[in-house]
């Protein structure tokens, strides 16, 4: 059966936080859409130009935490190096000797509040609150929350 998603990423409730919710016909197009759903909240990654390419490598001992570990890594690599995503050119999850590896490829350029918007509210930490991965029929469901 051939697999089709409505749309890669959507916000959800929560009281306090932002609930990212990203789907994918495979895990690695739900991690890939899990990153798109924390950019976009930021900034409008379609006006990223791709001049950078950074790769990232994050490893977890289970899926939860490897989604974790990625989306802190690109909260790290926003905040810390004010790289913004404008595509994500391949991701890989690996899974060996009990661990988890993500390998992501990602274009990008230095983020820019006059180039590529800033939608008002400020990520501040990746959280384990709400975290589930699911497969539902053909399509990979992630959803979690980052602390504002």
């Known amino acids: 059966m051939k697999c089709k998603i409505e749309k890669p990423f959507e916000y959800g409730e929560h009281p306090a936080d932002v609930l990212?919710?990203?789907y994918?016909?495979?895990?690695n197009e739900a991690f890939?859409?899990?990153?798109?759903?924390?950019a976009n909240f930021i900034y409008d990654p379609s006006k990223v130009e791709p001049r950078k390419l950074i790769?990232?490598?994050?490893?977890?001992?289970?899926?939860?935490?490897?989604?974790?570990?990625?989306i802190d890594e690109l909260l790290y690599r926003?905040?810390?190096?004010?790289?913004?995503i404008s595509k994500i050119e391949s991701l890989k999850i690996e899974k060996k000797n009990d661990e988890y590896?993500?390998?992501?490829?990602?274009y990008g350029d230095e983020y820019d509040e006059k180039k590529?918007?800033?939608k008002g509210t400020i990520i501040k930490a990746m959280t384990y609150h709400m975290m589930e991965i699911?497969?539902?029929n053909h399509i990979w469901r992630i959803q979690y929350v980052v602390d504002i």
């Open 20 to 22: 990212i919710i990203a």
């Open 24 to 27: 994918g016909c495979s895990i």
């Open 32 to 38: 890939m859409n899990a990153a798109y759903g924390f």
């Open 55 to 70: 790769e990232i490598e994050v490893r977890g001992v289970d899926l939860e935490q490897l989604l974790f570990n990625w």
């Open 78 to 84: 926003l905040d810390a190096e004010k790289f913004a």
């Open 101 to 106: 590896t993500l390998y992501a490829r990602i």
């Open 116 to 118: 590529h918007g800033f």
């Open 134 to 136: 699911k497969k539902l």
